[in-house]
């Protein structure tokens, strides 16, 4: 099977991450024809559920991809360690990866292991030019070994790795210019921080090249007296800021993979469903301003 591209319209549109609290209904709902291309255009999944695993885990994955496109999106990875990547993690991700024809694979730009241990935390790099050059070349290694085109998600973090050299939007851009790699944006990210770190979202959105972005994530968030942070949970409905972000960033990409991540609090198919066509409907009135600005561009060259 032929390897799609960043740009696939294929993967354009609001998909959803596939979780296994639903996998059953959205199997059963693929037997009879109750489900397509039309009600969602693609699924993300986190290859590390699937890998080295037997019979129903690997089988129910293959079925989604015979009805509908993928995208993969990584846990592990560990993209600022300095630990070597493990080779049979690499080995056995590469071939998952050939398996579903991803046409990209993405992980986070953090750390999130010692020494080989995992400590199941996003936990985030210090924004200096020697943390750009490491964690670049990092990804321009995974790139090699996965053989597949890398991007890299910016993540929601709630401390920082000492002091900074580049305010965070510098450092994301000089770390894709580096590694030469796409960027999966996440919104909901950008505004969790802007609120724990007193930031205005849009204007560090509106700082990122739009050239780079290959995919938008959204997601839920809350509010955590108890520990005077908002938390980016993805167990709450997406909230309306967040609409209105995803609205304004899409108008600047124009068409673009989106996924809805819901890790908690997930809720039936249907209702999951429902937010997926709010959430493209706010994507299909982004694109109408996206496609309004060409024209004009268009029609004055
Ligand atoms: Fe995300």
Redesign the pocket.
């Known amino acids: 099977m032929a390897t799609a591209s960043p740009t696939d319209p294929s993967r354009h549109g609001v998909g959803i991450g596939l979780r296994w609290e639903f996998i059953d209904d959205l199997l059963e709902r693929i037997a009879v024809g109750r489900i397509s291309k039309k009600d969602i255009p693609f699924f993300e999944f986190a290859p590390e559920n699937y890998l080295r695993r037997g019979g129903f885990i690997p089988e129910a994955l293959d079925r989604v991809g015979e009805h509908f496109p993928l995208v993969s ?1 990584g846990l592990h990875l560990s993209l600022g360690s300095v630990a070597p990547f493990p080779s049979e993690y690499m080995r056995d991700l590469r071939a998952i990866l050939a398996h579903v024809a991803a046409p990209w694979h993405s992980d ?1 730009l953090c750390f999130s292991g010692v020494d080989g241990r995992s400590l199941h935390d996003l936990l985030p790099l210090p924004q200096t030019d020697g943390a750009v050059l490491h964690v670049a070349r990092r990804i321009r290694e995974a790139r090699e070994r996965l053989e597949r085109p890398m991007a890299i ?1 910016n ?1 929601s973090w709630y401390l920082r790795a000492g002091a900074p050299e580049l305010d965070e939007p510098d450092f994301i851009a000089n770390v894709l210019e580096e590694a030469d790699c796409g960027l ?1 944006l ?1 919104v ?2 950008v505004y969790v921080n802007s609120l724990n770190h007193g930031f205005d979202a849009r204007e560090w959105l509106e700082r990122i090249d739009v050239t780079r972005i290959w995919q938008l ?1 959204v ?1 839920g968030h809350e509010w955590r007296a108890s520990e005077g942070l908002i938390i ?1 949970t ?1 167990g709450q409905d997406v909230s309306d800021p967040v609409y209105e972000l995803l609205r304004s960033t899409v108008a600047r990409t124009g068409p673009v993979a989106v ?1 809805l ?1 819901r890790d908690s609090n997930i809720g039936d198919l249907d209702t999951l469903l429902a937010e997926r066509r709010q959430l493209q409907a706010a994507y299909d009135a982004g694109i109408a301003v996206y496609e309004a600005a060409h024209a004009v561009e268009r029609a004055r060259a």
């Open positions: 999106h986070h998600e993540i999966l996440d909901n990210n994530h997601a980016d993805h996924v991540e």
